[in-house]
């Protein structure tokens, strides 16, 4: 069976989740950047690699060259959960759908002809499924290995697709520069260039030996990569099961008594999730993002699995904000990440009267979840979570 691999590249990733995020930004140049001048490009739009910004440039130096560059400071929260939405929305093609870096993804449609039809029109399927429903417009190569479709993606515009046919991977290549190769940098380019050798074919007619002498081990790489071989699977993205809770302030927040009142708030809601679910955490972590764009975060190994006690976990987590509050910046987003999750496992007492306390009483906890089962999430609540 002919291996069918569609290759989908969402052109300024980042700069295009921040546009459909807040559309008035399609009209300005952009640049995602951290704090500071000498800080460097992340991510930039259409109209700003139209004027010369690239990623990777000095911020300071973009703004010398464009004046009306607007800047913004990168959410990686946020993108990662578009990032995962954009999975979801092509795993429903295939099983087989790997996205190590975001906004570049490859879908095997190997198999899948009685289901989706043809592989090119199921390509086309895909990338017109990113942009109704996610409002993405990716370039799109449809091609028998990995390698190939990648760079027939690279060889379209965003919203078309570059087909190769199985048999036709060679005359492909063959007329395309050496840097169209993924893995090609500048320096081998450069290489390359100082024997004359330019063009994809070129490359694929020197012999190992020969390529070898120059570039070592990584000699046989390239040439496998000229001559389009590249058996390398589809790996699924693996997802570590986890619970993440997060709060975006209706405004920057620097008053330690409300952003105690937002932890609890993403305690309750961890501590219900892990109840209702009969879990317990391995490992709990609480991240803050800055007003400036910076983000810290901490982590904590749990001990053995105990009663879910809300109030518990927030004495635990209360240092760490503490900690992490120390930069005396205001706060936009707080997020809490739980995982390692395992089924808690407790011997009951033999005789319960005789029970150690454990500092808050489970059963207080038990009777508000009963009440919350029966009346709603909103029945009843710790005031402290109620803080202003």
Known sequence: MERRIVCLE????????????????????????????RALIQGVNRLAREEGLREGMVLSRAQRSCRKLRVLPPDPLFYGEQHGKNLDELGRYSPLVEGTVPGHYFVDLTGTRRLWGPSPDAAVILERRLEMQRGLKARVGLASSKLVSRVAAGCVIAG????????????????????????????????????????IGQLAALSVRDLTAVFGTMGVRLSQLA??????????????????????????????ERLEAVLFRLVEDAGWALRTRNRHPGKVAL????????????QHTLGPPARQVDRQWFRILRPTLSRLLERRVAVRRMRLELWELVMPLRQMELFPWEEVPVGESPRLQEALDRVRRRFGRQAVFWGLGRTG
């Open 160 to 199: 078309d697709l570059g087909c190769v046919f199985p048999g036709g991977e060679v005359s492909f290549l063959d007329p395309l520069p050496v840097a169209a190769l993924p893995g090609v940098g500048v320096q081998t380019t450069s290489r390359l260039a100082g024997f004359n050798i330019r063009r």
């Open 287 to 298: 991240e803050v993002r800055y007003a400036d764009g910076t983000t810290a975060r901490r």
């Open 10 to 37: 969402i052109p300024d990733f980042y700069a295009a989740l921040e546009e459909l995020r807040s559309p008035e930004l399609r009209r300005v140049p952009l640049a995602l950047a951290g704090p500071g001048p």
């Open 227 to 256: 001559r389009g071989v590249d058996p390398t699977p589809v790996l699924p993205f693996r997802r570590i099961p986890k619970l993440e809770f997060s709060r975006r302030m209706d405004r920057d927040e620097i008053e330690r």
